[in-house]
């Protein structure tokens, strides 16, 4: 048996050094190459075993042909502008270039912007606006429960599809993976058109799992968008112990919904089903409050730069007054990292708000293991307390605004295909940062006395844990 066990011992090594040589071609960030060099090297089987669940990359790989990119593209009727004529300041116009250059993103001027920080206001609002769809209704969300309200939107959904609505959903296998079989046949038998996101089933499960569809967007016959980050479930309006969850959604009406319809239509491509022929109205309206310039860029595991947080990058580094930061998660990169803490060095208002505890024990320790380095450098830190924030929100000085899907962390920005829409208005801004303050009155700020004096168990546990950061 010798020979077999030296066989084995051969295909191993062969493999071992297969892997070594694909990582190194892949010419990554040489800190993550050398880390999983070490893995590979020092863990056995398993070493091999984690890599090809979460060290593998997608890059450079197309979601779409160019040719129905271009197809999707002229089935809009708007007409770019001049950026240099926006009336906002040179760093907003740079950001504008910066998305344009990352991801072809379209400015679309004269927009209107309605904010839901309740999780009942935004489904009420969900729930009247598809009432009245008479065309299509396109969703797409990462979790989309079986429970209260994912039932009552699915019954509402069967029935305009038996109207003769064309009704489409995208739900991520991985986050919807709670939800019934039966939820999901009963839907396509009344003839909802729904399909799961890279589907994990055998022999693709170890290529597929760890790339999820992060995004929560919908489309109601190309006049009416809804962004943000709530999921369908009851946790939003119902809580889970303590109280519904917290949470930014946005609804937007005007030529920028024709961004998520785009969105929408190259995942759904993707899937390989056919390409939409549906239109969106590209075409301002001539009413009160359609004054908000929006552009909306996605990212994900495919995408050759890492198109948010570059945004995120650019915004920051530009800020002159203050950065008010929501999400449920921080988990910086290291150049994320250092941004803020320069900005706030160089005495800007820089405020992170996470919550007192999220849903996942392991990224709560994560995100408390980089609060001394911010408090250190000057940033001021929140802790929610009423219930999870989960609101995933970015504030730059007077005009600028985030709102989206993508968490403040490695999994959002490198791994998760996420949608945010980066908003360029004083009264939308204005808005955000009183509801921030609002949310700030729920929250204790951490100081750096009582933060060094936390139980030594808890700063090991938040050490430990801080390894895994890039695969959290």
């Not at 075993?49 to 042909?65: A, D, E, P």
């Not at 990119?69 to 270039?97: A, G, H, M, W, Y």
């Not at 039932?151 to 739900?171: C, N, P």
């Amino acid at each position: 048996m010798a020979w077999y066990y030296a066989l084995l011992i051969a295909a191993y090594v062969g493999t071992i050094i297969s892997l070594v040589a694909v990582v190194l071609s892949e010419n990554r960030n040489p800190v993550k190459s050398l880390a999983w060099i070490t893995v590979l090297l020092m863990v056995p089987v398993l070493g091999v075993i984690f890599y090809i669940f979460f060290g593998r990359s997608l890059k450079n790989t197309r979601m779409i042909t160019r040719r129905n990119r271009r197809r999707l593209r002229k089935r809009e009727s708007f007409r770019s502008i001049d950026i240099n004529t926006i009336p906002f300041s040179d760093e907003s116009i740079q950001q504008v270039k910066l998305a344009q250059t990352l991801s072809g993103a379209i400015y679309y001027p004269g927009n209107k912007v309605e904010i839901f920080t309740s999780g009942q206001a935004k489904f009420d609002s969900l729930m009247a606006d598809i009432e009245n769809a008479r065309q299509y209704i396109h969703l797409q969300y990462y979790i989309f429960d079986d429970d209260r309200i994912g039932t009552r939107i699915g019954e509402l959904l069967m029935r305009k599809a038996r109207e003769g609505v064309k009704v489409r959903i995208i739900y991520d296998h991985i986050g919807s993976i709670k939800t019934k079989n039966k939820f999901f046949k009963q839907l396509r038998e009344a003839g909802v058109m729904v399909y799961p996101f890279f589907r994990v089933t055998f022999p693709h499960f170890a290529t597929r799992i760890n790339w999820r569809n992060h995004r929560k967007i919908v489309i109601i016959d190309g006049t009416i968008g809804y962004i943000g980050g709530m999921n369908i479930a009851d946790r939003y309006i119902y809580g889970t112990g303590e109280g519904p969850w917290r949470d930014t959604h946005l609804r937007i009406t005007g030529p920028a919904v024709g961004a998520l319809q785009y969105s929408f239509a190259v995942d759904w491509s993707f899937m390989g089903q056919p390409l939409l022929e549906e239109t969106t109205d590209t075409n301002i309206p001539d009413a009160p409050g359609f004054t908000s310039g929006i552009q909306m860029l996605t990212s994900g595991p495919t995408s050759h730069w890492s198109n948010i947080a570059m945004m995120f990058h650019k915004a920051i580094a530009g800020a002159k007054q203050c950065v008010y930061i929501q999400t449920p998660y921080f988990l910086p990169t290291e150049s994320l990292l250092r941004t803020l803490q320069t900005v706030a060095l160089s005495k800007v208002d820089v405020r992170l708000m996470i919550p007192a505890r999220s849903d996942s024990s392991i990224l709560t320790y994560a995100s408390f293991s980089y609060i001394q380095e911010c408090l250190r450098s000057g940033i001021k830190v929140y802790l929610y307390e009423p219930s999870m924030m989960h609101a995933k929100t970015v504030i730059v000085d007077d005009e600028f605004v985030s709102v989206g899907s993508t968490n403040f962390d490695f999994r959002s920005f490198e791994y998760n295909f996420e949608s945010n829409v980066f908003i360029y208005s004083h009264a939308v801004n204005s808005r955000m940062r009183e509801i921030f303050l609002e949310d700030q009155k729920k929250c204790m700020r951490v100081s750096s006395n009582q933060w060094r004096k936390r139980p030594a168990t808890q700063k090991v546990k938040e050490s430990l844990v801080r390894l895994l950061s890039p695969v959290l």
